[in-house]
């Protein structure tokens, strides 16, 4: 897969359309974005909200609502948990944030009762299409972990291999990003690149190659990895970016969005069901793919290996 439509296309081939639950309806990003997944059949939405604000709202975007179940729930936690109790019976494939707190939200996904935690940690999986860069670029964690320790590195890892894998690319190069290529025994960063990269060499992380701590600049671009003599089958041609922290994750996402004209679409992975997860400042063209990757993932998931 080289381009990010290509997800719409992808989940269509399928041919079946995958059911969201929102959590908390009455917002008028959301409602746009299920609206034109309905639209171009990629699924079914159940709106758990304030059915009466969720109507103004609809009716004020232009978005109309005969054709969704409104499940009527004034109090956004309460609309949240009947949400996440829908996907936990079966009843919808993936779950998406409406108005509501994410920390709210995803505290109920994780409650042990709706059975949709594993042993591995969530992290947010993001794809970038970059006008420069030849082919599907992939980075995590830029809106869910906020200073990731070595195990949860590893996490973060196979949860982006896995969507990378859904996206055809069987043996992703991953690289992990620090603000050296060198291991410096005062940034903890390249203390854990180097440990994965070498439980990467020992197989204890699988179906992809790790290498590092590279500086950006390393991983993206064979030219400069030339130029510091670094030697790598990663170098220059990563598919998976895994960033030190949040912060680094989340300066790199907008960049790429509002300075380099990348498109990009997330899902939050790690849970028996994908989350999606978008911010107010994206567009309703990454909320849509965002839907696309999130019902791509949830057709997928189980069948991988």
């Given at each position: 897969?080289?381009k ?21 309806s009455?917002?008028d ?27 103004k ?13 409104l ?5 956004p936690l ?5 949400a ?34 594993t042993?591995r ?6 794809v970038?299409?970059i006008?420069n ?7 995590s964690?830029?809106?869910m972990?906020?200073?990731p ?8 890892i196979?949860?982006a ?28 960063a ?12 020992r ?24 130029h510091?003599?670094i030697d790598?089958?990663v ?12 912060e ?19 899902t939050?992975?790690?849970?028996r069901?994908p ?16 839907i696309?990757?999130s ?6 998931g189980?069948k991988?290996?």
């Amino acid at each position: 897969m080289r381009k990010l439509g290509e997800l719409i296309d992808e989940v269509r081939r399928n041919g079946k359309k995958v059911r969201i639950a929102v959590a908390v309806s009455q917002d008028d990003n959301v409602l746009k974005a299920v609206s034109e997944a309905k639209k171009m059949e990629l699924a079914e939405t159940i709106l758990y909200g304030d059915t009466k604000e969720t109507e103004k709202l609809a009716e004020v975007v232009g978005v109309d609502l005969k054709n969704f179940k409104l499940v009527h729930a004034p109090d956004p936690l309460e609309a949240a948990r009947l949400a996440v109790e829908a996907v936990s019976r079966g009843e919808a494939e993936l779950i998406m944030k409406g108005k509501i707190k994410t920390g709210d939200l995803m505290s109920l996904v994780l409650q042990k009762e709706y059975g949709l935690r594993t042993e591995r940690t969530l992290s947010m999986v993001s794809v970038f299409e970059i006008p420069n860069y030849p082919k599907l670029l992939m980075i995590s964690d830029a809106g869910m972990l906020i200073a990731p320790d070595l195990n949860q590195k590893v996490d973060m890892i196979v949860n982006a291999v896995e969507v990378a894998r859904m996206l055809g690319i069987e043996n992703p190069k991953v690289a992990i990003i620090g603000a050296v290529e060198v291991v410096n025994p005062k940034m903890p960063a390249t203390l854990d690149a180097a440990v994965l990269a070498k439980m990467s060499d020992r197989h204890q992380i699988k179906h992809c190659i790790v290498d590092g701590p590279f500086a950006l600049d390393n991983a993206v671009s064979r030219e400069a990895a030339a130029h510091k003599g670094i030697d790598s089958p990663v170098v220059g041609d990563a598919d998976i970016l895994i960033m030190p922290d949040i912060e680094a994750g989340n300066v790199f996402y907008k960049a790429m969005v509002f300075l380099a004209g990348a498109k990009v679409a997330s899902t939050i992975v790690g849970a028996r069901v994908p989350v999606v997860l978008t911010s107010r400042a994206d567009s309703d063209e990454v909320k849509l793919l965002s839907i696309a990757l999130s019902a791509l993932v949830a057709l997928k998931g189980n069948k991988m290996g």
